[in-house]
């Protein structure tokens, strides 16, 4: 499954599919990028990260890749299980900015048994 | 390690009651923020702090004061709660731009 845009869309796959999550950041300047997994009644929680020097990192299960070009970022978890339901958020760095992330609106991930 | 702390977790105010959110961290960052989270929406910056004894607005700062008196200690007031601060609040710290989160306090205001 596929989402699109810094909209609350509710993303739905089956158990075991790979999800892909999408984020179109901002400002050309940014050069760090941080994808957020946020489960219900949680606070948010550290996932991947990327620079802008890097198109692709790879994590446990999850892939972060940059496209500078059009200003997009994915997130992609393989073999995704019950347990990655949650709100996933990304979140844009720009250097000078006082540490301050830009933040997206999140995507809502379900996971079908 | 606690990481991120924050007290109360729940808390029922009464329009234009005053109360103060606690945020504390262990990890010796310099930075530290409140957000408010409300529903269908990311997180907003209410205000932030550099260091010990600095505070910042950030992009919802209206009916919110803080205080960092305590490098591990970061304060939010409310003066006087209005039902629209009915929100999840969030304290985050960091050392570099990676943020790492508390579990929140819920507010309501009737």
Known sequence: GESVGL?????????????????????????????????????PQFIIDIRSNMDKRQGQRVTVLLNKTVKHL????????????AVYFCAEYRAGNNR???????????VNP | NAGVTQTPKFRVLKTGQSMTLLCAQDMNHE???????DPGMGLRLIHYSVGEGTTAKGEVPDGY??????KQNFLLGLESAAPSQTSVYFCASSAGETQYFGPGTRLLVL
């Open chain 2, 31 to 37: 930075y530290m923020y409140w957000y408010r989270q």
């Open chain 1, 7 to 43: 909209h609350l869309p509710t993303l739905s796959v089956q158990e075991g599919d790979n999800s892909i999550i999408n984020c179109a950041y901002s400002n050309s300047a940014s050069d760090y990028f941080i994808w957020y997994k946020q489960e219900s009644g949680k606070g």
């Open chain 1, 74 to 85: 994915s997130l992609q978890i393989a073999a995704t299980q019950p347990g990655d339901s």
């Open chain 1, 100 to 110: 301050k992330l830009i933040w997206g609106l999140g995507t809502s991930l379900a």
């Open chain 2, 65 to 70: 004061n803080v205080s960092r008196l305590k």
